[in-house]
Every structure is written in C-alpha cells, then in structure tokens.
C-alpha cells in the first residue's frame, strides 16, 4: 500500500520557473524523502527531511514538512529544462532502524525550455 | 563503477522460465532491497534483506524468490516467469540508520512474452 501520494500527478512549466510538488502520507513518520527519477533510470536520492525539521534546503531545492497535516513539499526553484523528470516522496514510517521505505506513485515534472 | 550495478539491463523471456537477476553493490552497506515499477502503481517491495541471514518479504512477493550470496550481492529469481511479471526492477541498498536515503542501481527491465 501507498504511504505517500504526490500531487500533481504531471506538471508542466517553463524554465526558470519554480515548481511545487506536494506529498501527503499516512501514518506518523519519522523521516521523509524525496527522489527524482530520469525516464527509464534509477531513482536519486535528493533530500532527507526529519520529523523534527520544518524546512530544509539543498541548492534549489527546498522542502517543507508539516506532522500536523501529514503532508510535505518539494519547491524546485529557477527550474532548467535537465529538471525534466519524475519525482517521488517516499518514508519508512516509525519502526526504529529496521524501516524500509514506502514510495508514492510520483509527479511528473516537465520542464519546457 | 558505478555504487550499485544490476545485471542485465534489459531482458526478455518467455512465459514458464527461471531468470535471476542480480545485483551487487560496493557502498559497504548491509541493506539491500528490490522494488518493482510499473506505470502508474510506483514503486513496490518485493524483498528485502537487513544483512546477509536476515531476508524478509516485501508487500509483493509471490512468485519471486531471493538470494543473499554476501554483503554485497543479493539476486532475485522469477521461478516461473508469467507476463504479468513485466516491469522495470530496481535494486537498491542502505546504511543501518537510513539517514542518508537509498542508493540505487539503474534498473533491469523485465519483458516476460
């Protein structure tokens, strides 16, 4: 079963625009993750965000986290055209160290240069 | 080389047949996993192992088997190809901690005829 879900489900945007994507999840956490996925090629890893963090940045990449809401979002800022690509929120849920991570079913972002 | 390599990259097989695929990694980490993708239903677990005696199923995994040949390799096998078994198969691996996300490989995709 999901235990996240992004939204949109496709999202289409000019360069050098920003882009949002947003992830909801079910069951309480203890970390959320992002990934980005290239047509056809393995997932990367982007960005890590705890449950004790609201924010975090990685270059222009910025993610929020709200427990309160279960929910979570990916702000890619002055996107390129090499941002083309689908993007995943995934968490393991709380379960100590022997977590495995659950993914949702991705947005597809598509950048037009 | 790249952290985490999967053999073959692509394959065909016809219904009934045993096909492995493999996978091994050089992050020294002990967890390893394998997902299955398929459009539109994401990522999902097939198995799991948090180091070399200790493999676990995952949400979908009938009709596949694994194998855990050392810390650095673990293969998973298609006893009886069936063509609902088509899909883009990734392996990926962890740390103990999970604070650094998963690692993983560029993916074997799987046409069963």
């Known amino acids: 079963s999901q235990q996240g879900e992004e939204d949109p489900q496709a999202l289409s945007i000019q360069e050098g625009e920003n882009a949002t994507m947003n992830c909801s999840y079910k069951?309480?956490?203890?970390?959320l993750q992002w990934y980005r996925q290239n047509s056809g090629r393995g997932l990367v890893h982007l960005i890590l965000?705890?449950?004790?963090?609201r924010e975090k940045h990685s270059g222009r990449l910025r993610v929020t986290l709200d427990t309160s809401k279960k929910s979570s979002s990916l702000l890619i800022t002055a996107s390129r055209a090499a941002d083309t690509a689908s993007y995943f929120c995934?968490?393991?849920?709380?379960?100590?160290?022997?977590?495995?991570?659950?993914f949702g079913k991705g947005t597809l972002l598509t950048v037009n240069p | 080389d790249a952290d985490v390599t999967q053999t073959p990259r692509n394959r065909i097989t016809k219904t009934g047949k045993r096909i492995m695929l493999e996978c091994s990694q050089t992050k020294g980490h002990d967890r390893m996993y394998w997902y299955r993708q398929d459009p539109g239903l994401g990522l999902r677990l097939i198995y799991y192992?948090?180091?070399?005696?200790?493999?676990n199923k995952g949400e979908i995994s009938d009709g596949y088997s694994v194998s855990r040949q050392a810390q650095a390799k673990f293969s998973l096998s298609l006893e009886s190809a069936i063509p609902n078994q088509t899909a883009l198969y990734f392996c990926a691996t962890s740390d103990v901690g999970g604070n650094y996300g998963y690692t993983f490989g560029s993916g074997t995709r799987l046409t069963v005829v």
């Open positions: 192992s948090f180091d070399v005696k200790d493999i």
């Open positions: 069951t309480s956490i203890n970390n």
């Open positions: 995934a968490s393991p849920g709380r379960g100590g160290s022997n977590y495995k991570l659950t």
């Open positions: 965000i705890r449950s004790n963090e």
